[in-house]
């Protein structure tokens, strides 16, 4: 089993920023990375980084994210920068190990407009 625990969501104003935090009881892993999902919208893809392929963004990124580890602490950064309304969703960090897929509960990002 492995944890993680979310935080740094809140609420922002457009063009604002925020930097959310995951922390992985497991340092080793294959894949992790962030996805969104929006109310009425499919969960997707935010930013992920693999130990085989590196890292990719969601297309809507558009080098406004930026991905980050510290392996020391088992943690997972990801800054977001221009925050628009658009981007408003719950966020989860993703966790892949030993073949298993692990999420953390979900931290809320709200952008007013």
């Known amino acids: 089993q492995v944890q993680l625990v979310e935080s740094g969501g809140g609420v922002v104003q457009a063009w604002g920023s925020l930097i959310l935090s995951c922390v992985a009881s497991?340092?080793?892993?294959?894949?992790m990375g962030w996805y969104r999902q929006a109310p009425g919208k499919q969960r997707e893809l935010v930013a992920s980084l693999s130990v085989t392929s590196g890292t990719e963004y969601g297309d809507f990124v558009k080098g406004r994210f930026t991905l980050s580890r510290d392996g020391a602490k088992n943690t997972m950064f990801l800054q977001m920068n221009s925050l628009e309304p658009e981007d408003t969703a719950v966020y989860y960090c993703?966790?892949?190990?030993?073949?298993?897929?692990?999420w953390g509960q979900g931290t809320r990002v709200t952008v007013s407009s």
């Open positions: 993703y966790f892949r190990t030993g073949g298993q897929d692990y």
């Open positions: 497991r340092r080793f892993f294959s894949i």
